[in-house]
Each structure stands twice: as structure tokens, then as C-alpha cells.
């Protein structure tokens, strides 16, 4: 009886000890001694980059984020295909890309086909290849509206509120244009707002959530949304298909080297051949790159000159 | 409630007192740790947080090589958060991109902490050498690192002092928590064992002889259930106390009875013998006064009247125990005159005599003629029980101041039943006219007198020993009984 009292309580006491000895026992963090009296004042040396001898230039087609994405692969391709490092720089209008070409500050790039249309006839900027999407050089853009929304075709967004992608975007902003110049509206009062979004995932997501009635949207961006993140597109629908338009073309300036441009022509010509590239065109929704010609955007350009009139034409009436 | 080593209520309040003191100690560092961990996880969650929501918002900007909104985004974050010690952004390259520290960068720390592959963040402690601050750094990939990192520094002076704050609560509820403990534990203890105390005074007042107090208790449990089967345990013992009493007086007065009975009867027997014998003589000399067988008669009856004389003075020897002076005694003396008084009956009856009688035995205060009396007696029965011879052996030592006198004999013994019976006066087992009884009655009153006792031990055809010790003279104690 007294012994296994004696016990009871020296157990106790043991569980105690044991108890305090875990709570104790808890790993401590390791700390790390750092001298913050060792400074320097001029960090800011990122703008003080490697010259790279490929300065890749893109137009958010997307958000940065996922412009980023989308082209890092080609991107990282490339580069080793040629055997030089490229860098790629991204700007939130098409304008201040087109603006790092004519600088010389980039000497590549992926640009709109708007875009394209608006470069000076005699600037130094040359087309150095196209993609090929479903067998054809071709895109198109979906004029889109909320799934539940009322409006049927583009005159029902009249005095609605609508999505532009960038000022020199074609299929985000020129066509819906031209078919308000069509109609011989002004453009400028036929919407009761206008926004830009930069970016096309950004047009189809703000009329999904329904802050804007309709948008105007790359249909090559959203087929790839449709493709990777069906949810994104569940409460769009489409109302209008444009006809096609040339899609979007790679571009060099004369600030680049002939051989490095040939190089890049070569690596994207035949990149659909080797598994890699396949994988990678197949990933952007490319079947290849071909042989860009000026021609192309010629739809482009009729419907920017058509605009141009139209609105010439307004302002003097 | 002398006998009581340790009290209930002691053992209780210590118990209690150490359980207290064990359980609360682990649940004050258990608390203090959980705590001290949340508040470090919760902190260090709010980092990650901020890092993470930062290194999500400049991927546009950076992308865009739009450095002054990256720059005005990290400043904006340490007016946001003032636990925020530090921001600053590197580029893949290890290079800084923005910071927000005033002027100056500490260029140790973009080493600090580095991001494994594929981690969503990493969390170092950071010490600052010169100022002695502690810094929680936690580093945020930005874009999975293809940009670089985000890097928040969380001041840990903050949580320090909000563990102090908590800890000086704690401290506070330990000894709340003790204090209420050990009140609890004297509380409890003086509740349970304070009726417990009252049983235990009850127990040590307890007297059979007078009525007994009832316990009081209204615990309603099983101490009040206690208490009342104490009650009636006393009340129980009391009355079988008191029968008991009643049937030990009864018992008493019966047993007197009976011995006044068998002192009668034998009184009766041991005269009426010798009164009818007188009557016949009488009657005789009636009828023929003149006969010469008058003379033969007349010795017959005072031959009765001897008798009668014999057993009136043992009477009066067996009642009269009272001794009158006694005077210094030596016991070897007293044996060896019982031994001539009665030698030539032990002759007669070839009895074989062994004496050990010890020189140092002493002497004692008493009356000679008595304690002589006694041991004829006593050899006198030896002889009658060996008609046939046997040995006798008398044994007389000094043990602890007691006179010790053993008288043996390979006589027929007493029959167990007997035993008990022996000392009864006219007790005897002889025949008619042979024994009256009176012998060993009269002995056990002599020996009482002087302050002695005696005992038997027997055996049914083995033999008797009679064993008789007396208070020796020189244990100081006079044994003079008066009256
Ligand atoms: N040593 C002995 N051995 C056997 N029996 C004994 C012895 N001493 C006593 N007794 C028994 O105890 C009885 C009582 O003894 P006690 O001396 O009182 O009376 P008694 O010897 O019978 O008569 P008396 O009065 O003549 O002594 C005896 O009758 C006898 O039976
Ligand atoms: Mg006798």
C-alpha cells in the first residue's frame, strides 16, 4: 500500500520532469549574425544590365505575368539554338514597344498586327516571320459579352459600357471601330464607356465579372485561355467573328546583325522539326513559323484607313 | 489524536498541494509555449503574407522595367505594416533591384537568406550585430524566382514584447492559480477530515462504563453512514458491555454458592462421622452404664472428638489466613524440618529423595509453622499419590528475587478434570476418614498470605509437580499483611 503510493507520486514527479523536459526540448531556430554596417549605397545596378546581343521586345498580349510565361519557353529556345543569350523586355502599350524598336533598344519582337500597320512605311523595322495557326497565317476577333447578358450582335452594345485591349491593338480595338465606323457612328460617343485593359485574358475577365457589357478579344488568346483555363471563359460567350486577319508577326530592326537575323529565321523555320520546338509551338498553340509578307495586314490597313476616314469625316461634318 | 504521526489533513493538503504545483507548472509552460509559437507562426505568417503579396504585385511592374512603382510599392509596405523592418527586392542575379532602408544597404544580407528551388518561402532568423535587433527574414520568389525575390524583415522586438506581455499574465495566473490551488487544497482537506476528526475524538472518549456521546456529523456521505454505524456500534458494545457485567456478578455469586456448598457438604460429611460414631458410644453407655465396655467407648468417643477437634481447627486454619507477625524465614530450614516431620512415611513407602536446594535461595518473611505446613502438606500428597514408591524431588532456586520451590513426584498425577479442583477445600479424591480436603486449600491461603502463588502441573501416570514461589527478603519488600 505505502510502496505503490511511493511509486504512484515518484511517477508523477517522473512525468513532470519528462513533461517540462519535451516542452523545453523545442528546436531552437537557428540565427544568423549579419553586419548591416557593411553598406553601399549605389545598388540600383539593375538598369546597368548585360548588353545582350538579342533584346526581345513584347506586347502584353496577356497579363505580364502570363505573357511571360508564354513566351519564356521560346524565349530559352531560341537562345540556345543560337547560341546567344536573349533578353526580352515587356511594355504596357503596343506603342511603347514599337517606340523600343525604333530606339534600338530592342531588336526583335513579337508585335500586334495593329501595331505593325502603324509603323512608319520607311522605318527600319522588317518582318522576319508569322506563325501558322490551324494551317492558316490567320487570327480573328471574337467580340464577346457576358453568357446571360441580352445582347445578341455588336448594334446592341450601343450606349453600353465596353473593353478595349490597347490603343494600337487590331483585333482589340481597330475592328471593333471599324464596325462602329460601318455603322457611321462616332466611335468616340457610340459606347457609354470605354476602358483599356492591356492585356486580352484582362478584356474577357472583366466581362465575365460583368463591370464591362462587352469586349473586343484576340481570338489566338482566347483560344489558348479556352485550351488552359476553360473556367476563365465559362460565362462569356461570343457574339461576332471577325474575318482574318494576319496574325501577328515576329519583327527585327535594322539594329540587329544579318547573321544573327538569319540565324533567328532559320531556328524558327525549323523549330516545328525537332521534338523540343514542337513541344514548345504546340504549348503557344503554334503548328510552325513561316515566311512573313507584307500583305498580310493588308486587311489590317484598309480598316484602319476606313476608321481614319470615317473619323475625318465626323469631325468635319 | 496524539497517535496520529502525519494528519489526514496535512497528507491531504500536501497531495493536493504538489498535484497543483505539477500540473499547473506543465500547463503554464505548455500554454506559455503555445502561445509564444502561435504568436511567432502568426507573425511569421503575416511576413509571408506580405512578401508574397508583394512579390505577386511587382512581377507586372518588373516585367515592364517599371522600377519606380516597384520602388514606391516596397516604401509603401513599411508605412503599411510597422512590424515590417525591412523590404527589399533582388533580381535573379543577386542583385538589389529596390530596398527601403534609409540611404544605405547592408550588403551581408542579400546572402542572408537564399531560397532553395521550388520553395514558396524560407524564413531565417537575422541578428543584427551593431544595433542588437533580431530580424525575422523571410524570402518570397518572385515569378519562382525567374525575377528573383521579395525579402521582408520582421522586427522580432515586436513579438518580444508582446511575449513579455504575456508571459507577466501568465505569471499572474501561476500564482492566481497556485494561491487558489492551496486555499482549494486546506479548504477540501479541512471539509473532508474535520469529520473525520470528530469520529476519531469519539473513539478516544469512548467509555463502556458511562453512556456514550453520540458523533454528530451531516455530510450526507459516507462519512455521515460512518458516523452513524459508530453510534450504533457503541451503543451495541455498551449494552453487551453491560450483560456481560451482569452475567460476570451472577456468574460470581453462583460460583461462591457453589463452593459455600461443597465447604458445607464436606463440613457435614467430615462430622457427622465422628457425631454418629459419639451417638452410638453414648447410646452404648446408656444402656449398660455399668458395663467395663464403658471405658472402650469412652476412648472411641474422644477418638471422634479428636477428629471433630481436627477438622474444626483446619477450619479455622483455612479461615484464619490473616497472618499475625512475621519474621525472617530460611527457606532451606523450613524444607528440611517439613522432610523430618514426614521421613519416616517416605521410608515406609521406599521413596526415593532428591533434593536441590541452592545455598544463595535467601530467607523471607513469614511465618515458619505455616510454610512448613505447606510443604508437608505438599509431600505429605506426593507420598499418597507414590503408595507404591517412586521419587520425590524438591527443587528450590532464586530467580529474580523470587524464592522458587518445585515439588516433584512420579506419583498416578491429577486427572485434567481435577485440576481446577484441587484447591477447593474438602476437595479430595482419598477415601473416607483417609483425606479431607483440606490440605492444598489451606497451603494455596498460606502461601497468598505471604505474598506468593502456587501452581500445578500434572499428568495422569506420569507424575505432579507442585510449583510454589515467594518473594524473597532481600527484593526489599516486606510482605507483612495486617488485619
Ligand atoms: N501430589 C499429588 N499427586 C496426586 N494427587 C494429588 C497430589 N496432591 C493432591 N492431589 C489430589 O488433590 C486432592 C486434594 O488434596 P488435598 O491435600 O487438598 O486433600 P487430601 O490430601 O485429599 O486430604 P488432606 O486434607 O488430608 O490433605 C487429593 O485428594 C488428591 O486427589
Ligand atoms: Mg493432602
Not at chain 2, 456521546?213 to 454505524?229: F, G, N, P, Q, V
Not at chain 2, 521406599?350 to 533434593?355: F, L, P, Q, T
Request: charged share 25%; aromatic share 10%; net charge positive.
Amino acid at each position: 500500500m505505502l510502496k505503490s503510493k511511493k511509486i504512484f507520486i515518484l511517477s508523477l514527479i517522473l512525468l513532470h520532469f519528462f513533461l517540462l523536459y519535451n516542452c523545453n526540448n523545442q528546436e531552437k531556430e537557428e540565427i544568423l549574425e549579419v553586419d548591416f554596417s557593411e553598406t553601399e549605397t549605389d545598388v540600383n545596378n539593375v538598369s546597368k544590365k548585360v548588353q545582350f546581343s538579342i533584346n526581345m521586345a513584347v506586347s502584353a498580349m496577356t497579363s505580364p505575368k502570363e505573357t511571360y510565361i508564354y513566351y519564356q519557353q521560346l524565349l530559352n529556345y531560341i537562345s540556345r539554338k543560337i547560341n546567344t543569350p536573349v533578353s526580352m523586355k515587356q511594355r504596357k502599350t503596343y506603342q511603347e514597344v514599337n517606340n523600343l524598336l525604333e530606339t534600338g533598344e530592342s531588336n526583335f519582337a513579337f508585335i500586334c498586327s495593329g501595331a505593325y500597320i502603324r509603323t512608319k512605311k520607311n522605318s527600319n523595322i522588317e518582318l522576319l516571320a508569322v506563325p501558322i495557326v490551324k494551317n492558316e497565317p490567320y487570327y480573328y476577333s471574337y467580340i464577346i459579352t457576358h453568357k446571360d447578358s441580352s445582347i445578341k450582335k455588336f448594334d446592341d452594345f450601343y450606349k453600353r459600357t465596353f473593353a478595349f485591349t490597347d490603343l494600337l491593338s487590331n483585333t482589340g480595338r481597330l475592328y471593333p471601330l471599324y464596325l462602329i465606323s460601318k455603322l457611321k457612328q462616332n466611335p468616340e460617343n457610340y459606347f457609354s464607356k470605354i476602358i483599356y485593359t492591356h492585356a486580352h485574358d484582362f478584356s474577357i475577365h472583366v466581362v465575365a465579372r460583368k463591370i464591362v457589357d462587352g469586349a473586343s478579344v484576340d481570338s489566338l488568346v482566347f483560344e489558348y485561355i479556352k485550351k488552359n483555363n476553360p473556367d476563365k471563359i465559362l460565362d462569356v460567350k461570343i457574339i461576332k467573328i471577325s474575318p482574318p486577319f494576319g496574325i501577328p508577326p515576329i519583327v527585327v530592326n535594322r539594329y540587329i546583325d544579318s547573321k544573327t537575323k538569319n540565324k533567328l529565321r532559320k531556328t524558327l523555320f525549323t523549330m516545328h522539326r525537332d521534338e523540343e520546338g514542337k513541344k514548345i509551338l504546340k504549348n503557344l498553340m503554334f503548328d510552325k513559323f513561316i515566311e512573313a509578307h507584307d500583305y498580310l495586314y493588308n486587311t489590317v490597313r484598309d480598316m484602319d484607313n476606313f476608321v481614319k476616314k470615317a473619323e475625318l469625316k465626323q469631325k468635319y461634318q | 489524536m496524539k497517535d496520529v504521526k502525519v494528519k489526514l489533513r496535512t497528507k491531504f493538503i500536501l497531495s493536493i498541494t504538489i498535484v497543483v504545483l505539477l500540473f499547473g507548472s506543465i500547463n503554464i509552460i505548455l500554454i506559455r509555449k503555445i502561445t509564444l509559437e502561435s504568436l511567432q507562426r502568426e507573425l511569421e505568417k503575416r511576413g509571408v503574407f506580405i512578401a508574397q503579396n508583394l512579390g505577386e504585385h511587382v512581377i507586372e511592374y518588373l516585367l515592364h522595367e517599371d522600377f519606380l512603382s516597384v520602388q514606391k510599392l516596397v516604401d509603401e509596405i513599411k508605412v503599411l505594416d510597422k512590424d515590417v523592418a525591412y523590404t527589399f527586392i533582388i533580381s535573379s542575379d543577386e542583385k538589389v533591384i529596390t530596398h527601403n532602408f534609409n540611404q544605405t544597404f547592408p550588403v551581408e544580407l542579400i546572402k542572408a537568406n537564399l531560397l532553395s528551388e521550388e520553395k514558396e518561402y524560407n524564413v531565417k532568423l537575422i541578428f543584427d550585430k551593431n544595433k542588437r535587433f533580431l530580424y525575422r527574414d523571410i524570402a518570397v520568389p518572385i515569378l519562382n524566382g525567374e525575377l528573383g525575390m521579395v525579402r521582408v524583415g520582421l522586427a522580432e522586438k515586436n513579438i518580444t514584447y508582446q511575449i513579455n506581455k504575456a508571459n507577466t499574465i501568465f505569471t499572474g495566473m501561476v500564482i492566481v492559480f497556485f494561491l487558489a490551488g492551496i486555499f482549494g487544497a486546506f479548504v477540501f482537506a479541512y471539509l473532508i477530515t474535520s469529520p473525520i476528526s470528530k469520529i476519531v475524538d469519539g473513539f478516544a472518549k469512548l467509555d463502556l462504563d458511562k453512556t456514550a456521546e453520540e458523533i454528530r456529523i451531516k455530510t450526507h456521505d459516507e462519512i455521515e453512514y460512518l458516523a452513524d454505524k459508530f453510534n450504533e456500534m457503541a451503543r451495541r458494545l455498551q449494552s453487551t458491555h453491560n450483560e456481560l457485567k451482569n452475567a460476570q456478578t451472577k456468574l460470581i455469586q453462583t460460583e461462591k454458592l457453589a463452593s459455600i456448598g461443597t465447604l458445607v457438604s464436606g463440613l457435614a460429611h467430615e462430622i457427622n462421622n465422628p457425631l454418629s460414631g459419639l451417638k452410638n458410644c453414648l447410646n452404648r453407655i446408656k444402656k449398660k452404664p455399668e458395663k467395663k465396655e464403658t471405658l472402650k467407648y469412652l476412648d472411641l468417643m474422644l477418638n471422634a472428638l479428636d477428629k471433630i477437634e481436627y477438622v474444626v481447627k483446619g477450619l479455622l486454619d483455612f479461615s484464619r489466613t490473616k497472618s499475625d507477625i512475621f519474621s525472617p524465614v530460611s527457606v532451606k530450614e523450613v524444607i528440611e524440618k517439613a522432610f523430618s516431620l514426614v521421613g519416616y512415611k517416605l521410608e515406609k513407602h521406599s521413596i526415593e529423595v532428591i533434593k536441590d536446594i541452592k545455598n544463595n535461595i535467601g530467607s523471607l518473611m513469614g511465618d515458619p509453622h505455616k510454610l512448613e505446613q505447606v510443604f508437608v502438606n505438599l509431600i505429605l500428597n506426593s507420598i499418597d499419590a507414590m503408595p507404591d514408591g517412586g521419587k520425590l524431588i524438591v527443587e528450590a532456586f532464586n530467580n529474580n528475587n523470587k524464592i522458587c520451590i518445585f515439588v516433584e513426584d512420579t506419583g498416578k498425577g491429577i486427572p485434567e478434570a481435577y485440576l481446577n479442583k484441587i484447591f477447593d477445600p474438602f476437595f479430595t479424591t482419598k477415601e473416607t476418614g483417609k483425606g479431607t480436603g483440606l490440605g492444598l486449600p489451606i497451603s494455596f491461603n498460606f502461601i497468598k498470605a505471604h505474598g506468593g502463588e502456587i501452581f500445578v502441573e500434572s499428568k495422569q501416570g506420569i507424575g505432579t509437580i507442585m510449583k510454589v514461589w515467594l518473594p524473597s527478603h532481600s527484593s526489599g519488600k516486606t510482605n507483612r499483611r495486617e488485619k
